[in-house]
């Protein structure tokens, strides 16, 4: 009986601590207008310049040596694609100079061009090139919109990050309740969510931009969101099917280990 109390203590805390974790930030990111960019200041910065750098990029390869646009510049005028290629070096140098001052602009929550750019996003206007031929003002705007677009998207995927997390949570807890005699089938997918806080936890105090790479990168955000999903799975085997599937997969995990304990269906 001590045991059992024990393990509903323990799966109840493990509930309610990883819940509370995830809604703070969930909250956090709404309280506070600038806590995203404190806290992701690096990772913001790095993946606006990424997106700068890689626009001008694309931008060039429509003046490749195979490019339809470069053979017509080089009939029209031989001197077209050594200018072309000048210009795009000139855009890069022009980046690099007004980067810094960009930047300290559009991080001041006073600052004008973050209303004015929140206007453009709202409208769901995108800019996958600078405006040819862009002046020293486009340039420095476009800096500042790509920036604008990175934190947006950062902070919705932390929030359908903390919130998915702290659904699962609340649900394991919810199911502690309503499935009292499932304390320990409840374990299996505890220790999942464990498992994935702690290394959350780890990567939020040491690593904060790998954190950060797996909230914002599809990939492994979608491989996360499985890892969630199955733990979901879990939830809904001990609730609609008695944890019939649970139960076999503990006690072959038991036998595996040369345990003599073994559960039986809730």
Known sequence: MDQYLGRKATLRALGVVGASIFAAFFVLSYATPNWVETFATEFIENE??????????????????????????RSIDEAASPELEKWIQELHDSVRIQWESALKEIRDLDCECRKRLSQVLEANFRLDFL????????????????????????KRDIRIFSASNAGVFVLLLLVSFLKPRAITHLFLPGVLLGISTLICSYFYIFEQNWLLTIIYSSYLGFAYLAWLGVVFLFLCDIVFNRGRITTEILNAVFNAIGSAFSVVPC
Not at 48 to 71: G, K, N, P
């Open 48 to 73: 606006a310049r990424h997106r700068v750098e890689q626009s001008i990029d694309r931008f060039q390869l429509f003046f490749d040596e195979d490019s339809s646009v470069s053979r017509l510049a």
């Open 131 to 154: 405006p040819l031929m862009a002046p020293e003002d486009q340039v420095f705007e476009f800096i500042q919109l790509n920036y604008a677009i990175v934190v947006n998207e950062l």
